[in-house]
């Protein structure tokens, strides 16, 4: 028999939970959903997940009721499951169910599914509203995570793309790995291997003293999982997280541009910075940007192409490795960087190498980087720089010459001429870029 709705609440033994109702009536909350409160019925609505499909309004409607009497599940839920809120045939076919799960009298169920909806549809129509530029608070300068010279943003997604086999999730662990020695608390999210896999490779780049990183195995694309990704943030206090990988994470074909909007959507509501891994295509260009829509490109913030050296050693004990960036939104465009990752039967090292040893990687440097590292080797002539570095003689002379004017990287140190004998400046001798 349905009970009224004063008696349905008074029982004393629901005093907490009927406490803990928030206050009455509609409210968008931070994380951008929707809920609405009848604290004297103990009944509580809530809308997440909305999105737009062939033209309805739907989201993911959760009732929760502390109403004695009410049949619920796991605690004071009611029931869950999408909602149409464009149709009115589904909201009222909705309002019934919720009227025989939970049958407090005088309590209008049809009226609650109607007052949330006609709030939502006024809250997605206003949106944001306008505001006057010159009051909006200027932004705080972006930070960044500098690990093996890469510099990643701390608020903003970055991706690290390549070729399968280029160790980018190796990479990505020992970077995760590295930040939490930090004391930065990190996630990594995997769509690609396992649990164990990782836990290996964590040992073997920081032997018995492992740093703590959070791992979340995920098997459904990143816009249907944004939901639990977000608790666990949240929960574990992460600050910065790795998505292994992309191609594996996202809702549809990566060439589409809907599929990438969508995913960096998602991840925007995580709300915080993180490494997306990415693969590249078999065009020419294919290490200029990640495959696929080139929204992957032009949402992330920073963009580092890794690439493997052709030589390197056949058993795979050494591999060695040229990070190129590709796009910095945030700051300076930085410069490539050579990695060495080595390999025993119980450990794996990563460190940085000069991008000068392999020759495959020195000539696809910068003119001003191929002349730094030659230098460092001592002193030389224009005309020596442009032999050794095989470089047309007024290549080597506008570089040198662009610098000296500057006052940065390089000093004359007499000649005339072809025959000018260039050095590098103190500073420069002992970093591995200008």
Same mark, same amino acid.
């Given at each position: 028999?349905?009970?009224?709705?004063?008696?349905?609440?008074?029982?004393?033994?629901?005093?907490?939970?009927?406490?803990?109702?928030?206050?009455?009536?509609?409210?968008?909350?931070?994380?951008?959903?929707?809920?609405?409160?009848?604290?004297?019925?103990?009944?509580?609505?809530?809308?997440?997940?909305?999105?737009?499909?062939?033209?309805?309004?739907?989201?993911?409607?959760?009732?929760?009721?502390?109403?004695?009497?009410?049949?619920?599940?796991?605690?004071?839920?009611?029931?869950?499951?999408?909602?149409?809120?464009?149709?009115?045939?589904?909201? +009222?076919?909705?309002?019934?169910?919720? +009227?025989?799960?939970?049958?407090?009298? /005088?309590?209008?169920?049809?009226?609650?599914?109607?007052?949330?909806?006609?709030?939502?549809?006024?809250?997605?129509?206003?949106?944001?509203?306008?505001?006057?530029?010159?009051?909006?608070?200027?932004?705080?300068?972006?930070?960044?995570?500098?690990?093996? /010279?890469?510099?990643?943003? #701390?608020?903003?997604? !970055?991706?690290?793309?390549?070729?399968?086999?280029?160790?980018?999730?190796?990479? !990505?662990?020992?970077?995760?790995?590295?930040?939490?020695?930090?004391?930065?608390?990190? /996630?990594?999210?995997?769509?690609?291997?396992?649990?164990?896999?990782?836990?290996?490779?964590?040992? *073997?780049?920081?032997?018995?003293?492992?740093?703590?990183?959070?791992?979340?195995?995920? &098997?459904?694309?990143?816009?249907?999982?944004? &939901? *639990?990704?977000?608790?666990?943030?949240?929960?574990?206090?992460?600050?910065?997280?790795?998505?292994?990988?992309? /191609?594996?994470?996202?809702?549809?074909?990566?060439?589409?541009?809907?599929?990438?909007?969508?995913?960096?959507?998602?991840?925007? #509501?995580?709300?915080?910075?993180?490494?997306?891994?990415?693969?590249?295509?078999?065009?020419?260009?294919?290490?200029?940007?990640?495959?696929?829509?080139?929204?992957?490109?032009?949402?992330?913030? +920073? @963009?580092?192409?890794?690439?493997?050296?052709?030589?390197?050693?056949?058993?795979?004990?050494?591999?060695?490795?040229?990070?190129?960036?590709?796009?910095?939104?945030?700051?300076?465009?930085?410069?490539?960087?050579?990695?060495?990752?080595?390999?025993?039967?119980?450990?794996?090292?990563?460190?940085?190498?000069?991008?000068?040893?392999?020759?495959?990687?020195?000539?696809?440097?910068?003119? @001003?980087? #191929?002349?730094?590292?030659?230098?460092?080797?001592?002193?030389?002539?224009?005309?020596?720089?442009?032999?050794?570095?095989?470089?047309?003689?007024?290549?080597?002379?506008?570089?040198?010459?662009?610098?000296?004017?500057?006052?940065?990287?390089?000093?004359?140190?007499?000649?005339?001429?072809?025959?000018?004998?260039?050095?590098?400046? &103190?500073?420069?001798?002992?970093?591995?870029?200008?």
């Amino acid at each position: 028999m349905p009970l009224e709705v004063e008696e349905a609440v008074q029982d004393p033994t629901l005093a907490t939970l009927r406490a803990a109702v928030p206050k009455p009536g509609f409210e968008v909350r931070a994380d951008g959903t929707y809920a609405l409160h009848f604290p004297d019925a103990g009944v509580s609505l809530y809308l997440d997940r909305l999105r737009r499909e062939h033209g309805s309004l739907i989201g993911e409607l959760a009732v929760e009721s502390v109403a004695r009497g009410a049949r619920t599940v796991r605690g004071s839920t009611v029931s869950v499951g999408d909602l149409n809120l464009s149709s009115v045939q589904a909201r +009222a076919a909705r309002a019934k169910l919720l +009227a025989a799960r939970a049958p407090i009298k /005088g309590f209008d169920w049809l009226g609650a599914v109607e007052h949330l909806t006609i709030h939502v549809f006024e809250a997605e129509r206003e949106g944001a509203p306008a505001v006057d530029l010159r009051e909006v608070p200027l932004p705080a300068e972006e930070r960044f995570h500098h690990v093996l /010279g890469l510099a990643l943003p #701390q608020n903003s997604p !970055a991706i690290l793309f390549g070729d399968g086999g280029s160790l980018k999730s190796y990479l !990505a662990l020992f970077i995760a790995g590295t930040l939490a020695r930090r004391g930065i608390s990190t /996630g990594y999210l995997d769509w690609e291997l396992d649990g164990p896999t990782h836990r290996e490779r964590l040992r *073997r780049l920081f032997g018995a003293d492992e740093p703590r990183v959070i791992y979340l195995r995920c &098997d459904r694309p990143l816009v249907h999982d944004v &939901d *639990r990704i977000r608790r666990i943030v949240s929960a574990e206090r992460l600050q910065y997280l790795i998505f292994d990988s992309v /191609g594996f994470a996202c809702d549809g074909p990566p060439e589409e541009a809907g599929t990438a909007l969508a995913y960096f959507r998602a991840d925007r #509501q995580i709300g915080v910075g993180g490494l997306h891994i990415a693969h590249c295509s078999k065009q020419a260009d294919s290490d200029k940007r990640p495959f696929g829509s080139i929204y992957w490109h032009n949402s992330a913030r +920073a @963009t580092w192409h890794v690439k493997p050296a052709n030589e390197n050693l056949p058993d795979g004990s050494t591999v060695d490795l040229m990070l190129t960036p590709r796009k910095a939104n945030l700051g300076p465009q930085h410069t490539p960087i050579g990695l060495t990752v080595s390999f025993t039967s119980t450990s794996t090292e990563i460190k940085r190498f000069p991008l000068q040893d392999v020759p495959e990687f020195a000539e696809k440097l910068p003119v @001003t980087l #191929q002349i730094t590292g030659l230098l460092r080797g001592g002193a030389r002539t224009v005309t020596q720089i442009a032999a050794e570095l095989n470089l047309p003689t007024n290549t080597v002379t506008q570089t040198v010459n662009r610098w000296l004017r500057k006052g940065k990287h390089f000093i004359e140190l007499g000649g005339t001429g072809s025959a000018r004998i260039i050095g590098l400046l &103190d500073r420069d001798k002992c970093h591995d870029t200008p």
